[in-house]
């Protein structure tokens, strides 16, 4: 635990520095370009923290921790795009939904343990149903 531990807080503090480019780059690479960020710089670390951060969740909590995918697009919805309110949102949000997940799959059946797995799915899935075709409305259809 310590190591994975030790991985995802560096990995955390160095998100937390980079905000305000994510910030930017959210304007366009050509804006934030002219504007002095090193697009694809960003671009290579931006990679590497989110091979680190995924492969230390994984690790730790095993495939369940992608559900975790799901809490940012939730948190964008509702405190907004900048990326300070919302690494720390989707910091706290992911792990109090898997805790109340793995709560609530332990405890809802008596003498039996729920997958964890289904009860995520049931949760991801839809959402992610939801997220697809808000955005296919805005872009005009399925044409």
Known sequence: MAVVAAFTAVACVVAFSYARRYDLLALGERTAGHLGLRVERLRVVSI?????????????AGIISFVGLVVPHAVRMVLGPAHRLL?????????TLLVWADLFARTVVTGAEMPIGLLTSLIGGPFFFYL????????????
């Not at 690494?87 to 792990?95: E, H, K, P, Q, W």
């Open 87 to 95: 690494l720390t949102g989707s910091l706290l949000g992911g792990a």
């Open 48 to 60: 590497i923290l989110v091979a680190v951060l995924t492969g230390a969740a994984v690790a730790f």
């Open 132 to 143: 697809l075709r808000r955005a296919r409305s805005r872009q005009g259809g399925w044409a």
